[in-house]
Structures are given as structure tokens and as C-alpha cells.
């Protein structure tokens, strides 16, 4: 495992700890593992774009917000910014 890898490891379970699940949205059927899991996509990004509120815009909704999507995207490689540019209307 490389330090990068570690590194977000360590922030994930940090996070885990410092936020509440409730605070984001989550009920009980999400599993700890999985809100690390989730929550270290979000860090991954976050780390990526460095946008002010990205972390939050991430978590928004317990993880089923537009951004997560799209983070989740991008670092699958299957992010492409033109699905967020909306169509013109037709004339």
C-alpha cells in the first residue's frame, strides 16, 4: 500500500469518527464500511478538485446527491464533463 493510499485510508476512518451518519442524511441500513468507503470517495475528490464545500456537497444526502455521483464518476474514469452541460432546447 503506497502513502497516498494509507493517507486516505487514515482520513476515512477519521472521518467515520468525527461525523455522524444522522448529521448527513443516513439511517441505520448503511454499515459502517460502507460509510467509509463511501466517505473516502468523497476525501479522494475533494483531495482532487479542492473545492471549499466539496466534502460536504459529497456527503449530502447520505451519499445519493448529484456530486457523489459524479465524484464516484471521475474516479472510475467515467466522468465526462459534457454530461453536465445541459442540451439547448430545441427550437
Do not use: W
Not at 464500511?33 to 456537497?57: G, P, R
Amino acid at each position: 500500500m503506497n502513502v497516498l493510499h494509507f493517507l486516505i485510508l487514515l482520513m476515512s476512518v477519521v472521518s467515520v469518527f468525527c461525523i455522524n451518519p444522522e448529521d448527513i442524511g443516513c439511517d441505520d441500513s448503511i454499515t459502517p464500511e460502507k460509510f467509509a468507503e463511501n466517505d473516502a470517495k468523497c476525501v479522494q475528490c475533494k483531495e482532487q478538485f479542492e473545492e471549499t464545500n466539496m466534502l460536504e456537497q459529497c456527503r449530502e444526502d447520505c451519499f445519493k446527491g448529484k456530486f457523489f455521483r459524479s465524484c464516484v464518476d471521475h474516479l472510475s474514469g467515467a466522468y465526462d464533463e459534457k454530461d453536465d452541460v445541459e442540451a439547448p432546447p430545441p427550437e
